[in-house]
């Protein structure tokens, strides 16, 4: 079992959904939890990052993780064509033996459709 | 912008062969992670250097080897290349050993025939 699991998708909406992307973890000791978006032969590119559990939102978007449950989301409102990509969740124990080693999820494709 | 640069953009190489990939970020990111992500998948971890000293080391072997110099530039040599080690290679750059989280490059794609 991976560490992390993240549905690869695709997953295709219509221009002006909202948009639901999700990950769970089996690592208890992941404090640290980020969202990436990675445009096609690009580096992913930070979008949102939370420590522990809660909510955190930035514009039209909202992450939330549930430490309880292992799962963790992030919220596209008002979805744009620009926001097509693959969104990569990433966590960490934090300086866990020193260096803070993050595990990504495999990534989901979102395409959104004008 | 994240202030991370990568080269080369992209490589072709054949079995066997040996390979350097370079990173450099802007002033202040001391600690660079490097990244293996095949086709599809999300990053793999291979290791971290902090102020020119390995810090940690994912599921690599040692053919998986680094430097980083004292202006916290940092080097990827993979020695005897295998087909297996195609993939795009990414650095991320972050400020101390802290939570902070890490600003990624653009890659190194390589391909090996």
């Known amino acids: 079992q991976k560490e992390v699991e993240q549905d690869p998708g695709p997953l295709s909406v219509p221009e002006g959904a909202i948009v639901s992307l999700n990950c769970t973890y089996s690592?208890?000791?992941?404090?640290?939890f980020m969202w990436y978006r990675q445009y096609s032969r690009k580096g992913p590119e930070l979008l949102m990052y939370?420590?522990?559990?809660g909510n955190k939102e930035d514009g039209r978007f909202t992450a939330q993780v549930d430490k309880s449950s292992k799962y963790i989301s992030l919220f596209i409102r008002d979805s744009q064509p620009s926001d097509s990509a693959t969104y990569l969740c990433?966590?960490?124990?934090?300086?866990?033996?020193?260096?803070?080693?993050?595990?990504f999820g495999t990534g989901t494709k979102l395409q959104v459709i004008p | 912008e994240t202030g991370v640069t990568q080269s080369p953009t992209h490589l072709i190489k054949t079995r066997g062969q040996q390979v350097t990939l370079r990173c450099s970020s802007q002033?202040?990111?001391?600690?660079v992670s490097w990244y293996q992500q095949a086709l599809g998948q999300g990053p793999q971890f291979i290791f971290q250097?902090?102020?020119?000293?390995?810090?940690g080391r994912g599921n690599f072997p040692p053919r998986f080897s680094g430097l980083q110099f004292p202006n916290y530039s940092s080097e990827l040599n993979v020695n005897a290349l295998e087909l297996d080690d195609s993939a795009l290679y990414l650095c991320?750059?972050?400020?101390?050993?802290?939570?902070?989280?890490?600003?990624f490059g653009p890659g190194t794609r390589l391909l090996v025939l």
């Open positions: 250097y902090y102020r020119e000293e390995e810090n």
């Open positions: 690592n208890s000791a992941f404090q640290y």
């Open positions: 990433a966590m960490s124990a934090g300086n866990s033996g020193g260096y803070q080693k993050v595990t």
């Open positions: 002033s202040g990111h001391n600690t």
């Open positions: 991320a750059a972050q400020r101390d050993l802290t939570g902070e989280t890490q600003y």
């Open positions: 939370t420590y522990s559990s």
